[in-house]
């Protein structure tokens, strides 16, 4: 075998750095003199690092309550004058209205949805949904009737009742 026609090798090997002055890559081993840079694992490269600033994600509040999107869910709002393409004494509930392409079935089944009392409804219609006060009074004007009239998503969990009903302590030694 000829070592002139040895195949070139592509990869090149570490450097190794800190083994002496006379190797050029001594004492600082190329980091050069003191800093942010010459120390430790170069944390400055993560995407979250602002030159030393506090960083974004701690200096905002966290988000409680009120406005965020996953624990205050508003339910879709539907006017009155929209019902009017569904036919006379049908039952209206989340099926009704996803089949008549009035609301997404996702988005219904994730916020519910309230009837509102913007408009006229020329028909009469059974309502299995929750509305507000002025479209049950238009509902029953028109010769139909609101049957379930319960807040949108509400808790069945909790009854109304005394502490003790709800949370079950009634017996366990706490008056």
């Keep these: 075998m000829n070592p002139l026609a ?12 800190g083994r002496g002055q006379s190797s050029g890559r001594g004492k600082t081993s ?17 995407p979250h690092y602002e030159g030393g600033a506090g ?7 966290i988000r409680r309550g009120k406005g965020h999107a996953r624990i205050s869910k508003k339910p879709l709002a539907i006017n009155l004058k929209v019902l ?19 609301v997404d079935a996702n988005d219904a089944k994730a916020y519910g949805v ?7 409804l020329n ?26 009239n319960p ?8 009854s109304s009742g005394s502490a003790s009903e709800i949370f079950s302590i009634k017996g366990k030694g706490i008056k």
């Design 6 to 17: 040895l195949p070139k090798i592509k990869t090149k090997g570490a450097k190794r750095v």
């Design 114 to 120: 309230k009837i509102l009392g913007d408009g006229q």
């Design 30 to 46: 190329g980091r050069g003199t003191k800093g942010q840079n010459a120390r430790g694992k170069l944390p400055i490269t993560h």
């Design 151 to 158: 807040k949108p998503n509400s808790n069945p969990k909790i």
């Design 84 to 102: 009017n393409v569904l036919p006379r004494n049908s039952q209206v509930d989340l099926e009704t209205l996803v089949e008549a392409r009035i």
């Design 123 to 148: 028909q009469p219609l059974i309502i299995k949904l929750p509305t507000s006060k002025s479209a049950k009074v238009k509902i029953e004007k028109a010769g139909g009737r609101v049957e379930v």
């Design 55 to 61: 960083p974004l994600f701690k200096r905002l509040p």
